[in-house]
T-cell receptor, first 112, second 115 residues
Framework: DQQVKQNSPSLSVQEGRISILNCDYTNSMFDYFLWYKKYPAEGPTFLIS?????DKNEDGRFTVFLNKSAKHLSLHIVPSQPGDSAVYFC???????????FGAGTILRVKS | ETGVTQSPTHLIKTRGQQVTLRCSSQ?????VSWYQQALGQGPQFIFQ???????GRGNFPPRFSGLQFPNYSSELNVNALELDDSALYLC??????????????FGPGTRLTVL
């Protein structure tokens, strides 16, 4: 039962262009969503989050959009840089206890 | 730099053996969570501890157990190892009691191989 899905295993983008990573979820109880970035041989690094009461959160080059009716969120990276090349995980949690439910990840490659 | 460390980095065990993985949380972080990441998948929640008490458990059998200590260190113990236990084991610490907005900071993980 995959409650969080990242349907694109990989994405390739040219440096300077926009990267859009997508995530879908099925559990209506999720109230907090996060994006983590992971480099090889390192643990996931927190990138940006959004509460279910918002539809957009921005932090520098990173913006997360949440569409609750569609149960869909996306991460936009503008402009993309070669250092952004990593695996990106979408995660969600439902209230107290903060058990994170992760998607399978999307490999982003930014070409220079 | 998250401040979360894990040991060992890599470990090889044989089926049926027992293993203990260790994590040192960021100072002041009262909550530690453990995740299992199989190849090609996202991390899966194993359990969480808050101030040395279990605070939530995922869909893992009882042979997965944990401990949290007052000095912000914790352990994940796995008994009767199976081949499917081969994975990257991640610990994550957070400041609060594990509310939704309580950001979790991950360590680099321990790669366990069961032969």
């Amino acid at each position: 039962d995959q409650q969080v899905k990242q349907n694109s295993p990989s994405l390739s983008v040219q440096e300077g262009r926009i990267s859009i990573l997508n995530c879908d979820y099925t559990n209506s109880m999720f109230d907090y969503f996060l994006w983590y970035k992971k480099y090889p041989a390192e643990g996931p690094t927190f990138l940006i989050s959004i509460s279910s009461i918002k539809d957009k959160n921005e932090d520098g080059r990173f913006t997360v959009f949440l569409n609750k009716s569609a149960k869909h969120l996306s991460l936009h990276i503008v402009p993309s840089q070669p250092g952004d090349s990593a695996v990106y995980f979408c995660a969600a949690s439902a209230g107290y206890g903060n058990k994170l439910v992760f998607g399978a990840g999307t490999i982003l490659r930014v070409k220079s | 730099e998250t401040g979360v460390t894990q040991s060992p980095t890599h470990l090889i065990k044989t089926r049926g053996q027992q293993v203990t993985l260790r994590c040192s949380s960021q100072s002041g972080h009262n909550t530690v969570s453990w995740y299992q990441q199989a190849l090609g998948q996202g991390p899966q929640f194993i359990f969480q501890y808050y101030r040395e008490e279990e605070n939530g458990r995922g869909n893992f059998p009882p042979r997965f157990s944990g401990l949290q200590f007052p000095n912000y260190s914790s352990e994940l113990n796995v008994n009767a190892l199976e081949l499917d236990d081969s994975a990257l084991y991640l610990c994550a610490s957070s400041l609060g009691r594990g509310g939704s907005s309580d950001t979790q900071y991950f360590g680099p993980g321990t790669r366990l191989t069961v032969l």
